[in-house]
């Protein structure tokens, strides 16, 4: 069957049969080129945005790490300051029992 169509056919169908499937074979060829590269710019530009969002949370870490810090800090004044009220409650206490005896 093949060979009967090819006896059919004169030269210049062949050419142009011939450049149809030069065609289609690049077309094809660039096309699956172009996903492949596509898939390749697409995995480099999520590695990037992984590692800037990784970046982020380290600030972001050392930023907590800052503010638990200033908690502490805070929370040892607020002891310090509950124990101040303790001992002036306990000397206005004292000096209430002094005036009144």
């Given at each position: 069957?093949?060979?009967?169509?090819?006896?059919?056919?004169d030269p210049?169908?062949?050419g142009?049969?011939?450049?149809?499937?030069?065609?289609?074979?690049?077309?094809?060829?660039?096309f699956?080129?172009?996903?492949l590269?596509?898939?390749?710019?697409?995995t480099e530009?999520?590695?990037?945005?992984?590692?800037e969002?990784?970046?982020?949370?380290?600030?972001?870490?050392?930023?907590?790490?800052?503010?638990?810090?200033?908690?502490?800090?805070?929370?040892?004044?607020?002891?310090?300051?509950?124990?101040?009220?303790?001992?002036?409650?306990?000397?206005?206490?004292?000096?209430r029992?002094i005036?009144?005896?």
């Amino acid at each position: 069957m093949i060979e009967a169509i090819a006896q059919k056919l004169d030269p210049t169908q062949v050419g142009v049969l011939i450049a149809a499937f030069i065609y289609v074979t690049k077309t094809v060829w660039e096309f699956v080129s172009h996903s492949l590269l596509k898939t390749q710019t697409s995995t480099e530009e999520n590695t990037m945005a992984v590692r800037e969002l990784l970046i982020k949370i380290d600030n972001l870490n050392i930023r907590l790490a800052s503010i638990d810090d200033s908690i502490k800090d805070f929370t040892e004044v607020e002891r310090a300051v509950w124990k101040m009220q303790k001992d002036i409650d306990f000397a206005f206490e004292k000096i209430r029992d002094i005036r009144s005896d």
